[in-house]
């Protein structure tokens, strides 16, 4: 039985990789620096799972002893001054872990890259193309997998061209949306990674992956509207917006934030199509061939509008680092903690109060104050934050580890616990948490808690500021959620 090491399992990538490993009859462990994010996803319990840091050497060898195959998926669309160092030394530290291993293969999903200078190119195109060298130079035979746009549900450039095709009818565009490029369907990026694993041990190369298309970014959008049934948009491409104009234009209209936009839009800035075809050679196409552009969009339209979008580009990104667990009352030792606690009786089940609950956010809304929220999320998005553009993966339900709006599932423990962890940027650390119990009489009982964590003199301010607003906000959301499900206790009544 062949044994598979994933990387980047929490990513958008990684995890729709490990169910297609699965069902191929591969035996899959994956690499995680937060196996917590993996808990509610299905496919959890079928694989092992070594916790650990990529960059960490010894995490690493663990990883990788025994390994047949192993999956480099890891990289940051984040920018800073010492990323394309950092990711080079991760990938450095992988490979020598790979070669001590006598790992069989070592498959790594990169970018398409023009053919340029690498002083030319962005840091975020530079380190994908560094990454795939230091792989290959471990002397580990390496399959490097290079894609440009990736279009599929829930895909960081999927949401940025279906926002921006869906709210603006008209636009001025920079000239980048010109540029040709080959995008391909996240289907069909999943075959490439899957049938790479079983190619000879003498193929260790790159290999270009791409759809049957080129088209530019404009094409793309039109092809989007005319798929969506939209009007065809008004684009009117000029000089004047350079890439980071352009990402702080992207970051206002669609979900993803400046820190993503402007890699993504500085990689558009070049050509970015297939120089060779010779995966075709190894891998044939599937059944019915490489899906179109429209084809893979039709499919990822599909995903959202039925709620089936499993992994989106947002629930591997943390907007800060990640905090400390929520602090508790009786030994909270730091300093000053403000809470907001409402305790509510409800006549509906635990598990029809838990649905209540698990719904919050996203296009459901908050229950109460919606415009202040709205309000909130405008507020943190100039301020460079995510504001509420993330939304929810789905409409119904949560998993540990993935955003919320401008929060993130901390934990989650159905139907008892559902404990959110803000990322808008705040002096202080904040957390929303509902708690359900059953009640003495049958029913339940909703505990409801605001909690935050203030940071410095701004950190008390800033509680203060917003105290007053809280009456419009903590008491009715608790009042309509316990209202919401009794109203499902009723309607199933009857």
């Not at 195959?69 to 010492?82: E, I, K, R, T």
């Not at 010109?178 to 049938?195: E, H």
């Not at 104050?369 to 100039?382: E, F, M, P, S, Y």
């Amino acid at each position: 039985m062949t044994l598979c090491l994933v990387t980047g399992a929490t990513g958008y990538v990684g995890g729709r990789l490990i169910p297609e490993l699965l069902a191929a009859g591969f035996t899959v462990r994956v690499l995680a620096r937060s196996p917590e994010k993996l808990r509610d996803i299905p496919w959890s319990s079928q694989v092992e799972i070594v916790v650990g840091d990529a960059s960490d050497a010894m995490a690493v060898g663990r990883a990788l002893a025994g390994v047949d195959v192993a999956y480099y998926l890891l990289h940051s669309l984040q920018q800073g001054p010492d990323l394309e160092a950092a990711e080079i030394a991760m990938a450095r530290t992988f490979a020598a872990g790979a070669a001590e291993q006598s790992v069989g293969r070592i498959i790594y999903l990169g970018g398409l890259a023009p053919e340029l200078d690498e002083s030319a190119m962005s840091p975020h195109m530079r380190s994908r193309v560094q990454v795939g060298q230091a792989l290959r130079a471990s002397g580990v035979p390496t399959i490097e997998l290079r894609a440009a746009v990736v279009i599929g549900s829930g895909s960081a450039s999927f949401e940025m061209l279906r926002y921006l095709t869906e709210r603006l009818p008209a636009m001025i565009t920079p000239r980048w949306v010109r540029t040709k490029t080959q995008p391909i369907a996240i289907r069909d990026v999943l075959g490439y990674l899957v049938a790479s694993a079983s190619l000879p041990p003498e193929v260790s190369r790159a290999f270009d992956i791409g759809g049957p298309d080129v088209l530019s970014y404009q094409d793309m959008m039109q092809d989007y509207a005319a798929v969506a049934g939209l009007r065809r948009r008004l684009i009117l491409p000029i000089n004047l917006l350079s890439p980071q104009l352009s990402s702080h234009w992207v970051s206002l209209v669609t979900p993803v934030p400046r820190s993503i936009a402007r890699p993504l839009v500085r990689s558009l800035r070049h050509p970015a199509i297939c120089s060779n075809d010779d995966i075709k050679a190894y891998v044939p196409d599937p059944p019915g061939g490489l899906l179109t552009y429209r084809e893979a969009v039709a499919r990822a339209l599909a995903r959202v509008q039925d709620a089936q979008v499993a992994t989106r580009w947002s629930g591997a990104t943390l907007a800060h680092a990640p905090s400390e667990p929520l602090p508790s009352d009786p030994d909270w030792a730091g300093g000053t903690l403000y809470t907001d606690v409402r305790t509510l009786d409800c006549t509906a089940t635990p598990e029809e109060l838990w649905r209540a609950i698990e719904r919050i956010g996203g296009d459901n809304g908050w229950y109460a104050g919606n415009w202040l929220w709205q309000l909130r999320g405008v507020q943190d998005t100039l301020f460079g934050g995510v504001g509420l553009r993330r939304g929810r993966r789905d409409p119904n339900t949560v998993m540990v580890g993935e955003p919320l709006d401008f929060w993130r599932v901390e934990e989650r423990i159905r139907p008892q616990l559902l404990r959110l962890r803000a990322e808008m940027r705040l002096p202080g650390r904040a957390w929303l948490e509902f708690r359900v119990e059953p009640g003495a009489d049958g029913g339940s009982v909703l505990h409801q808690r605001a909690v935050f964590l203030p940071r410095g003199l701004a950190g008390h301010v800033y509680w203060w500021a917003v105290a007053p607003f809280h009456a419009f906000i903590f008491p009715p959301m608790a009042r309509r959620i316990v209202a919401w499900a009794e109203a499902l206790t009723s309607h199933r009544a009857h």
